[in-house]
Structure formats: C-alpha cells, structure tokens
T-cell receptor, first 114, second 116 residues
Framework: GESVGLHLPTLSVQEGDNSIINCAYS??????FIWYKQESGKGPQFIID?????DKRQGQRVTVLLNKTVKHLSLQIAATQPGDSAVYFC?????????????FGAGTRLAVHP | GAGVSQSPSNKVTEKGKDVELRCDPI?????LYWYRQRLGQGLEFLIY????????KSGLPSDRFSAERTGESVSTLTIQRTQQEDSAVYLC??????????????FGPGTRLTVL
C-alpha cells in the first residue's frame, strides 16, 4: 500500500543554521509530493511541492530534493528563523484515490533556538 | 477572501454523546475534505466531497462517523456515541477541482475534540 513516513520525530537547530527534514515513501509510482508546515493550533500550510520528473525544486529559503532511487525526499530550510518552528509533514496525493486524498507522514517537529 | 473556517474550535464531550463539527469551505471550492489528526501524528483522510457526486467515504473509521455536505457549501461531520479514541483534531480542507491532477487543498484551523 501507499505510505509516507519520516526518519526523525524532532529536530532542534540554532537560529541561522540550515535545517534538513527527511521523508521516505513506499510507492515507486508516486509522482507528486508536497511539504506542509503546521504551526500550533493551525491547519497545515503548503510550503513547496515537487513532481517526480524533477530532482530538486527551490523556493524562498526552502529547497526540496527528491531521490527516486531510494524513495526519499528532503526539505531544506536555509538560515532557519524562529518563525520556522512548527511541525513539517511530507504528503502525497493518493494515486489510487484519484488524487483526491492526501497521505501524510507522521511529521517532524522543528524547534529553532536563539 | 476568507479561508476555510471550522466550528467549534474546541469541543469537550462525554463518552457516548454525539457531536457535530462544522466546516465552511472557501467560496467557489467544489471539493471538500475531512481529516483526523491524533496527537503527535499526521493527518488521516476521512471523507471527500466533490460537487453532487457520491462522496468518497473510504477513510471513515466506523459507522459512528458520517458527514454531509449541502451543495458546494457547508459540511458537517457527525460522530455518534463518541469514544475516548475519537479524541483528536478534526481538520477540514477545500480545493478547486480539476480532474486528473492534484488540486491544492487549503486547510482550516481544525476542531479539537476531547472525549472524557
């Protein structure tokens, strides 16, 4: 079946450092991935996405890398700021569900220390 | 424009009682989704509505869970005879709908349900 999971439950970094959050997926047919940020008391917010025909995609201070060989993706946050403190989820739309439902990983909590 | 809104923001109920959770999607969004998020976990899909089509109920965990949607507007998620394991944050999302591709889902703030 399809599943998306994460390697690390928590990540603590110093303000200004770069953060790397990892995610593994199981379905080799998966063709689209999304990273979400969820702040306390709020719903998930879209950060960046990547299609399987790409290895890398960059946004503002964020980069997503996709390694299809080992079914792994990562989210890199440059110059991490206190406002980046949140739980980060990787997710993919379920192919068998007609792209109508998202499958989420368990999440990684990012704690940014001054 | 307003985002997805949900009410109540918090709900505390006693085991065995029924609860209703409400979601107001973004105006013009034809697709609506409900997810459940247990403490410290990712979101689990519950149900999906698209226009007048039959909803995809494949994620509902038991027959105590049901949801309705009136046209392309408000949706209510009902949990009957609540159990302690139903305690979670219930999140609603809405999106436009273009078939065959992923349509970005916009999430509401959720309703935190606590069953005592």
């Amino acid at each position: 079946g399809e599943s998306v999971g994460l390697h690390l439950p928590t990540l603590s970094v110093q303000e200004g450092d770069n953060s790397i959050i990892n995610c593994a997926y199981s379905n080799s047919a998966s063709d689209y991935f999304i990273w979400y940020k969820q702040e306390s008391g709020k719903g998930p917010q879209f950060i960046i996405d990547i299609r399987s025909n790409m290895d890398k995609r960059q946004g503002q201070r964020v980069t997503v890398l996709l390694n299809k060989t080992v079914k792994h993706l990562s989210l890199q946050i440059a110059a991490t700021q206190p406002g980046d403190s949140a739980v980060y989820f990787c997710a993919e739309p379920s192919i068998s569900g007609g792209y109508n439902k998202l499958i989420f990983g368990a999440g990684t909590r990012l704690a940014v220390h001054p | 424009g307003a985002g997805v809104s949900q009410s109540p923001s918090n709900k505390v109920t006693e085991k065995g009682k029924d609860v209703e959770l409400r979601c107001d999607p973004i105006s013009g969004h034809t697709a609506l989704y409900w997810y459940r998020q247990r403490l410290g976990q990712g979101l689990e899909f519950l149900i999906y509505f698209q226009g007048n089509s039959a909803p995809d109920k494949s994620g509902l965990p038991s027959d105590r869970f049901s949801a309705e949607r009136t046209g392309e507007s408000v949706s209510t998620l009902t949990i009957q005879r609540t159990q302690q394991e139903d305690s979670a944050v219930y999140l609603c999302a809405s999106s436009l709908r273009v078939s065959g591709i992923y349509n970005e889902q916009f999430f509401g703030p959720g309703t935190r349900l606590t069953v005592l």
